[in-house]
């Protein structure tokens, strides 16, 4: 047993913590740095030999860890406790004017807006968690609610604090920042790249998404990434500031860096000055940006003004005029997506638009195609949108050619030959082949495997994309058929991975049958109308013979979702893949109808924290004895349950008079009917 290191190492360890992440924040924050680069090294490495000897002193947020860890087998998705939301977009100054006076006419003023005004980065929006000022979680942005855990690979960026500065900070804080890659260093990794024969990326906010995807965090420590924070999310207990600049300033304080350019501005004219100036400074930039945003900038009146489904009314990005240009249109071809969306997409007369060569355009779905137009032959506008995405923005008829074909939209799947639908109200149309279309294979078996599907433990994302690219399974049949050698092959794998997967395979065969209908990925078909399905059918074979009419019947299915499942249902692919499945073994005990559960026809919300379930379980529970679920709370809920810290729902169902409930009873009314 070897001995503990002795205190002075101990001290000295501490040390050098604090003066290497001192004279970090001097560099990357403050760009002022006290002591040469040579100073610095000679204290890292006199940081990473006292820590070869004495590992036990290696701790996750010692600045040696920077240069990345043990590479992971797969991202763990990280749920934002306040949503991350996107921003609405303004073009021109009219667009702008216009946001600026539904501020007023919400607040009932005339009064000027002060507004925050900065930079909009081309990045990738992060949120960092610290808690009792030291670093511990990052995320991405994701879908707004659920992101990926990027703790490894954001901890590798030097100009990030692993510990707040000051002792004024709050218990739990999450910063927002945009993680980016400067020019310098975006020139610099592709020139690399092109001496190594590699593939380059196509601009710098792919170069720092991809960056900041790598299993291996060791890979991310060699890329040139930096941030700009500008926000924050949860604070507990909440900060004692009124204003969005003060809040900026604050951070700055305990570590953070914030951007530069950003100023207040208290008319209307001084956001727009601001926008041409910045305008102007584009080029001259160290980093690739695509607009400016503006934030009310009184927490009050941002608090007054609210939100709507996917942005904050009190914040607008006024984006960048595009870069535009001429090109022909050689041909349009119909791409299937993972999702089975068919896309159709414009080849085009290779064109130089906005540093790069373009000779694809999306035309996004057919209801574009016919509005605007767009023929083979024709002579088009084509435009980087967002500075990313190749887009047609319109043709020039009077130079259209005799000749010029029109597009239709196709009957089949380019790939698996399925249906190809496209419902009323919808605008893209989607191959239905689901089970069975090659296009489609990754996404719907790693679907038909999470954990509310089949719950395959081991099966992860990465794993699958494995076996469809060497082709071992083409559906989710196929994965029951796999041998323990072939898995063993596998890198990373082993015969004793492989026995456990073979296990959890073996496992997934007893399930439910709302979980089977749920696993199949058929559009519109989330948890809530699988388990009303699987209810009121019991079965599957009266399920694959219904009628839209018969589905209509059925609480939660409406016309479109019973529209998807007939037809799904009677694709021969599906089938043939759905007959193998059973044939393989999975299995499930015959539903009682939901009219006969004792809780049928009752609504419940769920709201707050649970201690004995969380809210998934709990929802399941409910849903087994017949009840509804339901997200908001209305005059025809029945009870909403309120585990700890519950949220708006609570004051809600008060108003309405609606029935309370604490986690003590719904645990009594499980007991009731022993589930």
Same mark, same amino acid.
């Given at each position: 047993?070897?001995?503990?290191?002795?205190?002075?190492?101990?001290?000295?360890?501490?040390?050098?913590?604090?003066?290497?992440?001192?004279?970090?924040?001097?560099?990357?924050?403050?760009?002022?740095?006290?002591?040469?680069?040579?100073?610095?090294?000679?204290?890292?490495?006199?940081?990473?030999?006292?820590?070869?000897?004495?590992?036990?002193?290696?701790?996750?947020?010692?600045?040696?860890?920077?240069?990345?860890?043990?590479?992971?087998?797969?991202?763990?998705?990280?749920?934002?406790?306040?949503?991350?939301?996107?921003?609405?977009?303004?073009?021109?100054?009219?667009?702008?004017?216009?946001?600026?006076?539904?501020?007023?006419?919400?607040?009932?003023?005339?009064?000027?807006?002060?507004?925050?005004?900065?930079?909009?980065?081309?990045?990738?929006?992060?949120?960092?968690?610290?808690?009792?000022?030291?670093?511990?979680?990052?995320?991405?942005?994701?879908?707004?609610?659920?992101?990926?855990?990027?703790?490894?690979?954001?901890?590798?960026?030097?100009?990030?604090?692993?510990?707040?500065?000051?002792?004024?900070?709050?218990?739990?804080?999450?910063?927002?920042?945009?993680?980016?890659?400067?020019?310098?260093?975006?020139?610099?990794?592709?020139?690399?790249?092109?001496?190594?024969?590699?593939?380059?990326?196509?601009?710098?906010?792919?170069?720092?998404?991809?960056?900041?995807?790598?299993?291996?965090?060791?890979?991310?420590?060699?890329?040139?990434?930096?941030?700009?924070?500008?926000?924050?999310?949860?604070?507990?207990?909440?900060?004692?500031?009124?204003?969005?600049?003060?809040?900026?300033?604050?951070?700055?304080?305990?570590?953070?860096?914030?951007?530069?350019?950003?100023?207040?501005?208290?008319?209307?004219?001084?956001?727009?000055?601001?926008?041409?100036?910045?305008?102007?400074?584009?080029?001259?930039?160290?980093?690739?940006?695509?607009?400016?945003?503006?934030?009310?900038?009184?927490?009050?009146?941002?608090?007054?003004?609210?939100?709507?489904?996917?942005?904050?009314?009190?914040?607008?990005?006024?984006?960048?005029?595009?870069?535009?240009?001429?090109?022909?249109?050689?041909?349009?071809?119909?791409?299937?997506?993972?999702?089975?969306?068919?896309?159709?997409?414009?080849?085009?007369?290779?064109?130089?638009?906005? +540093?790069?060569?373009?000779?694809?355009?999306?035309?996004?779905?057919?209801?574009?195609?016919?509005?605007?137009?767009?023929?083979?032959?024709?002579?088009?506008?084509?435009?980087?949108?967002?500075?990313?995405?190749?887009?047609?923005?319109?043709?020039? *008829?009077?130079?259209?050619?005799?000749?010029?074909?029109?597009?239709?939209?196709?009957?089949?799947?380019?790939?698996?030959?399925?249906?190809?639908?496209?419902?009323?109200?919808?605008?893209?149309?989607?191959?239905?082949?689901?089970?069975?279309?090659?296009?489609?294979?990754?996404?719907?078996?790693?679907?038909?495997?999470?954990?509310?599907?089949?719950?395959?433990?081991?099966?992860?994302?990465?794993?699958?994309?494995?076996?469809?690219?060497?082709?071992?399974?083409?559906?989710?049949?196929?994965?029951?058929?796999?041998?323990?050698?072939?898995?063993?092959?596998?890198?990373?794998?082993?015969?004793?991975?492989?026995?456990?997967?073979?296990?959890?395979?073996?496992?997934?065969?007893?399930?439910?049958?709302?979980?089977?209908?749920?696993?199949?990925?058929?559009?519109?078909?989330?948890?809530?109308?699988?388990?009303?399905?699987?209810?009121?059918? +019991?079965?599957?074979?009266?399920?694959?013979?219904?009628?839209?009419?018969?589905?209509?019947?059925?609480?939660?299915?409406?016309?479109?979702?019973?529209?998807?499942?007939?037809?799904?249902?009677?694709?021969?692919?599906?089938?043939?893949?759905?007959?193998?499945?059973?044939?393989?073994?999975?299995?499930?005990?015959?539903?009682?109808?939901?009219?006969?559960?004792?809780?049928?026809?009752?609504?419940?919300?769920?709201?707050?924290?649970?201690?004995?379930?969380?809210?998934?379980?709990?929802?399941?529970?409910?849903?087994?004895?017949?009840?509804?679920?339901?997200?908001?709370?209305?005059?025809?809920?029945?009870?909403?349950?309120?585990?700890?810290?519950?949220?708006?729902?609570?004051?809600?169902?008060?108003?309405?008079?609606?029935?309370?409930?604490?986690?003590?009873?719904?645990?009594?009314?499980?007991? *009731?009917?022993?589930?």
């Amino acid at each position: 047993m070897t001995s503990p290191p002795p205190k002075k190492i101990v001290e000295r360890v501490n040390s050098l913590h604090e003066l290497l992440e001192e004279y970090n924040y001097q560099y990357y924050v403050l760009d002022d740095p006290t002591v040469p680069d040579a100073e610095y090294d000679r204290l890292f490495r006199e940081l990473q030999a006292f820590e070869k000897e004495f590992p036990e002193l290696v701790t996750e947020n010692s600045p040696s860890q920077r240069v990345g860890g043990q590479p992971l087998d797969a991202f763990t998705q990280v749920i934002h406790p306040i949503p991350m939301l996107s921003l609405n977009n303004a073009f021109d100054d009219e667009e702008f004017f216009a946001f600026n006076q539904r501020i007023k006419d919400r607040l009932k003023t005339t009064d000027a807006i002060e507004y925050i005004c900065e930079p909009k980065l081309d990045g990738l929006a992060v949120s960092l968690l610290y808690e009792a000022g030291r670093f511990v979680q990052a995320a991405t942005r994701g879908d707004g609610v659920t992101g990926e855990n990027i703790t490894q690979n954001i901890r590798t960026i030097a100009m990030i604090p692993l510990h707040l500065r000051g002792n004024d900070y709050p218990a739990r804080l999450e910063v927002r920042g945009e993680v980016y890659m400067p020019k310098k260093g975006f020139a610099a990794l592709n020139e690399k790249a092109q001496q190594k024969g590699e593939k380059q990326f196509a601009n710098p906010r792919n170069a720092a998404a991809g960056s900041l995807r790598q299993l291996d965090s060791r890979v991310a420590a060699q890329r040139p990434l930096e941030i700009f924070c500008y926000g924050v999310g949860l604070v507990e207990p909440a900060l004692n500031i009124d204003n969005h600049y003060s809040l900026l300033n604050q951070l700055a304080r305990w570590g953070f860096r914030i951007n530069k350019n950003i100023i207040v501005a208290n008319k209307e004219g001084h956001c727009i000055d601001y926008y041409q100036k910045i305008l102007q400074k584009r080029e001259s930039l160290p980093y690739e940006i695509d607009g400016v945003v503006y934030k009310v900038n009184e927490f009050e009146k941002q608090k007054q003004l609210g939100f709507i489904s996917r942005a904050p009314r009190w914040a607008i990005a006024y984006k960048f005029p595009a870069e535009e240009d001429i090109s022909q249109v050689l041909d349009i071809e119909f791409q299937v997506g993972r999702t089975g969306a068919i896309t159709p997409v414009a080849r085009l007369e290779p064109t130089f638009v906005g +540093g790069v060569t373009v000779s694809n355009a999306t035309l996004h779905n057919m209801d574009e195609v016919l509005r605007k137009d767009v023929r083979i032959g024709d002579r088009v506008i084509i435009r980087r949108a967002g500075d990313v995405i190749p887009e047609i923005v319109s043709v020039i *008829k009077e130079k259209r050619p005799q000749g010029s074909q029109k597009v239709t939209l196709p009957k089949t799947c380019p790939v698996c030959d399925s249906d190809v639908i496209k419902p009323e109200n919808e605008a893209v149309a989607r191959c239905i082949g689901g089970l069975y279309c090659s296009a489609q294979q990754k996404e719907k078996i790693i679907h038909f495997a999470s954990r509310k599907a089949m719950d395959i433990d081991g099966l992860g994302n990465k794993l699958i994309e494995q076996l469809v690219d060497r082709k071992m399974i083409s559906t989710m049949a196929d994965l029951y058929q796999l041998k323990p050698t072939e898995l063993a092959n596998i890198e990373r794998m082993g015969m004793k991975s492989a026995d456990n997967l073979l296990a959890a395979l073996e496992k997934s065969k007893s399930t439910t049958f709302a979980k089977f209908l749920y696993a199949l990925g058929i559009r519109e078909v989330g948890e809530a109308t699988a388990n009303s399905l699987a209810q009121h059918f +019991g079965d599957l074979p009266p399920l694959l013979e219904a009628s839209e009419a018969i589905l209509l019947q059925i609480p939660d299915v409406g016309p479109v979702v019973a529209a998807h499942l007939a037809h799904f249902f009677k694709q021969p692919h599906n089938r043939e893949v759905i007959d193998a499945l059973i044939h393989l073994g999975i299995h499930w005990p015959k539903s009682i109808k939901r009219e006969n559960l004792p809780l049928a026809g009752y609504t419940y919300v769920l709201t707050g924290t649970y201690d004995q379930m969380n809210r998934d379980q709990a929802k399941a529970r409910l849903q087994a004895l017949g009840a509804k679920v339901s997200s908001s709370v209305s005059k025809k809920t029945t009870a909403v349950i309120a585990g700890s810290q519950p949220g708006s729902k609570l004051p809600k169902a008060e108003a309405l008079g609606v029935a309370i409930m604490d986690e003590k009873e719904l645990n009594t009314l499980f007991e *009731k009917f022993e589930i």
